[in-house]
C-alpha cells in the first residue's frame, strides 16, 4: 500500500491567493482528517471526515478554509484567501472506523508558506 | 475533556542510554492510548499502542504500559540510538466510532553518539 497521499509537498505561495492541498487515504479506511502542525499551537485537527461525510469542522479557523471529501479516495482542503498565519505544515491522516483502536495513517504532509 | 500532558523536551541523551518519556492523560471513559513518532521531515507513524489497561504496547525496542491507576503510558527504550532522534507523540482515542485522536504537545528527543 503506498500510504497516504498528500500533494504538493511544498507550497510557497503569495498572500491573498487561493491554495489547495490534496490527500488522497489509503483505500479502505472511511476516516480522513486534516491536521495542522505549528512550533507555537503543535498539532491541531481542523476537520474530519466519516464516510466522506463530515462530522465536526469545529476546527477550521475560519471561513477562509474550506474541506471537501467528493468520493472515498480523494480530499481536499482550501484556503481562500490566503494570509501569511496560515504557513504551517499540513497533515492528512486516514483510518478505519474512526482511529480508536488502530490509531491512524499520516501522509508526509505539506509545508505551506504565504509571502 | 480529554487530554494528554507530555514532558517537555528536549531529552539529551547519549547513544545506548535509557530513554523514559513521560505521558499522563485525563479521560472520562476508557481510552485506548498511542504513541507517534516523527522523524524531521515527516508525518507522523504509529510507534505503538495499547488498548486496555495493564496492556503493554512494543515496537522497535520501544515500550509503554497502560496504567489505569496512575493514569500514564510512559515510553521506555532501554538503550536509545542515534536514529532515535524524533519528536515523540503521545495521543488517546476514546470510545469507539468517530472518536478522535487527542495529542499531547511532543517531546524532541535528541540522541549524540
Known amino acids: 500500500d503506498a500510504g497516504v497521499i498528500q500533494s504538493p509537498r511544498h507550497e510557497v505561495t503569495e498572500m491573498g491567493q487561493e491554495v489547495t492541498l490534496r490527500c488522497k487515504p489509503i483505500?479502505?479506511?472511511?476516516?480522513l482528517f486534516w491536521y495542522r502542525q505549528t512550533m507555537m499551537r503543535g498539532l491541531e485537527l481542523l476537520i474530519y471526515?466519516?464516510?466522506?461525510?463530515?462530522?465536526?469542522d469545529s476546527g477550521m479557523p475560519e471561513d477562509r478554509f474550506s474541506a471537501k471529501m467528493p468520493n472515498a479516495s480523494f480530499s481536499t482542503l482550501k484556503i481562500q484567501p490566503s494570509e501569511p498565519r496560515d504557513s504551517a505544515v499540513y497533515f492528512c491522516?486516514?483510518?478505519?472506523?474512526?482511529?480508536?483502536?488502530?490509531?491512524?495513517?499520516f501522509g508526509s504532509g505539506t509545508r505551506l508558506t504565504v509571502v | 475533556g480529554n487530554s494528554v500532558t507530555q514532558m517537555e523536551g528536549p531529552v539529551t541523551l547519549s547513544e545506548e542510554a535509557f530513554l523514559t518519556i513521560n505521558c499522563t492523560y485525563t479521560?472520562?471513559?476508557?481510552?485506548?492510548l498511542f504513541w507517534y513518532v516523527q522523524y524531521p521531515g515527516e508525518g507522523l507513524q504509529l510507534l505503538l499502542k495499547?488498548?486496555?489497561?495493564?496492556d503493554k504496547g512494543s515496537n522497535k525496542g520501544f515500550e509503554a504500559t497502560y496504567r489505569k491507576e496512575t493514569t500514564s503510558f510512559h515510553l521506555e527504550k532501554g538503550s536509545v540510538q542515534v536514529s532515535d532522534s524524533a519528536v515523540y507523540f503521545c495521543?488517546?482515542?476514546?470510545?469507539?466510532?468517530?472518536?478522535?485522536?487527542?495529542f499531547g504537545k511532543g517531546t524532541m528527543l535528541l540522541v549524540s553518539p
Open positions: 491522516a486516514s483510518s478505519l472506523s474512526g482511529g480508536s483502536v488502530y490509531g491512524y495513517t
Open positions: 471526515f466519516n464516510n466522506n461525510v463530515p462530522i465536526d
Open positions: 495499547a488498548t486496555k489497561a495493564d
Open positions: 495521543a488517546l482515542s476514546e470510545g469507539s466510532g468517530y472518536s478522535t485522536l487527542t
Open positions: 479521560a472520562t471513559g476508557y481510552p485506548s
Open positions: 483505500s479502505g479506511h472511511n476516516s
